[in-house]
């Protein structure tokens, strides 16, 4: 199946009216996303929430968007947090994430209000407990565990040694057990329960399975051996989305209800009295909603390589360089030609890995030609960068014909806006 794009008539007054590199979500489809995320991760015996995760891209006009279709938010820091605040999310809708949060991120969490915490590891229980009862506030807690079982694209295993940075290895149980009675033991915080994340990217639903087991079997020597009641289990996200024409992911639909028909059954088999499941999709809420626009501009031959150099690149998508990321292309400038030939898409980056795309199949390309790339939605903009000072792109959001900017293009004076000498 071809990937679908905006059209390209568009396309083509967005890079006149906003110019290029810019990124582009179509809003219909990201919005339609999240309500079938929404409509079908439900259960009749607990209560469910999506939480978008914020770090696959946040703006405000994204949180708004999301905040309308009901989802919640996952945030890993205080200025995504600080975003979503801004977006007129209340702390009541936001879970706290990251390995590393500092005491001033934690403190002004619990000033903006009655939050959620993803605990990571025993050190920053500690400062989260010093917090409360300085700032006498109250805050719900979940405790990261890595379930070891480890999840990349269609690779999906159950690993004996938990060495990750994320989460207390659901192995060491004096250490968690601690942990929860050290959360019992505040005035302030209220231990909910789990959360497990296994990867990024997964094309296989036998995986979110693997982890639903391992995770149950858990949940039920704490429940039943020993006496803890655990009412919420958040499992991660992770979801994937297609690159290109020969990725096959499940449909949202499907992951949605296999992941709440297992998690029934094992409520039922295992009598726990769960009455919260969560889910934290990123990527695959904004990721082939989004498109980056790029302006061809010179050409050049080697003996083994047709290059064409585009007017953005790893400054705006780091993820080939980062992990060999693999996207496809089309020449909106061409759209009706043939695609016959292959060219080896360069970034305007000094690095000379900075090439975007190493085969792709596009018509005779010339300077001036607009480049769209397919599904850039995701840690795309989140990881940009002002590399060889390069600003970053403007943000447009299409719904249907019409278009509105929700970033500008960042300026020079924008980044010298920093230069305090
Ligand atoms: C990155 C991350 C997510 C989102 O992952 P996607 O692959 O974008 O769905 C969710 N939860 C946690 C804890 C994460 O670290």
């Not at 010093?130 to 295993?157: C, F, W």
């Not at 499992?235 to 290109?244: D, V």
């Not at 209800?257 to 999709?281: D, G, Y």
Request: glycine residues 8%; aromatic residues 8%.
């Amino acid at each position: 199946m071809p990937l679908t794009y905006p059209n390209p008539s568009v396309l083509k007054e967005i890079a006149d009216t906003c110019g290029t590199p810019v990124m582009i979500y179509d809003e219909d489809a990201v919005r339609n996303t999240m309500k079938e995320y929404v409509t079908n991760f439900k259960s009749d015996m607990f209560e469910t929430n999506v939480l978008y995760a914020s770090k696959a891209f946040l703006c405000k006009a994204i949180a708004k968007a999301a905040a309308e279709e009901g989802l919640h938010f996952d945030a890993v820091s205080g200025g995504e947090i600080f975003c979503l605040a801004k977006a007129g999310v209340p702390a009541e809708k936001i879970h706290f994430h990251g390995n590393n949060k500092t005491p001033r991120e934690i403190e002004d969490f619990f000033r903006m209000g009655h939050g959620h915490i993803i605990v990571d590891n025993e050190d920053e229980l500690n400062l989260i407990i010093a917090t409360a009862e300085r700032v006498k506030s109250q805050m719900d807690i979940l405790i990261r565990v890595n379930p070891g079982v480890e999840a990349h694209t269609h690779e999906y295993i159950a690993t004996a040694t938990k060495d990750s940075k994320f989460g207390v290895s659901i192995d060491k149980e004096e250490t968690i057990r601690n942990m929860i009675n050290s959360v019992a033991e505040s005035d302030y915080l209220n231990f909910g329960g789990f959360h497990s994340h296994i990867g990024s990217q997964i094309l296989e639903v036998e995986a979110f399975a693997m982890e639903i087991r391992v995770m149950f079997d858990f949940l039920d020597k704490v429940a039943n051996s020993w006496g803890v009641t655990v009412e919420e289990l958040d499992l991660g996200g992770g979801f994937a989305i297609r690159y290109t024409e020969e990725d096959n992911p499940p449909s949202t639909e499907e992951v949605c209800s296999r992941i709440i028909a297992l998690c029934e059954e094992e409520v039922v088999q295992r009598k726990l009295p769960i009455k919260r499941l969560m889910i934290e999709p990123g990527r695959s809420v904004v990721g082939d909603a989004g498109y980056t626009l790029y302006t061809a501009g010179c050409r050049k031959s080697t003996d083994s390589r047709e290059y064409i150099f585009i007017d953005g690149g790893m400054a705006d998508n780091i993820r080939p360089a980062l992990y060999d990321a693999v996207y496809t292309c089309r020449n909106i400038s061409r759209d009706e030609a043939e695609a016959d030939r292959t060219y080896a898409i360069a970034g305007k980056c000094c690095e000379s890995g900075d090439i975007l795309i190493k085969e792709a199949s596009l018509p005779e390309t010339a300077p001036g030609d607009l480049i769209l790339v397919h599904a850039t939605g995701a840690y795309g903009y989140s990881m940009a960068s002002n590399y060889n000072r390069l600003g970053r792109p403007a943000v447009v959001f299409t719904s249907g014909d019409t278009y509105r900017t929700v970033l500008r293009r960042e300026t020079y004076e924008d980044m010298m806006a920093l230069d305090v000498e």
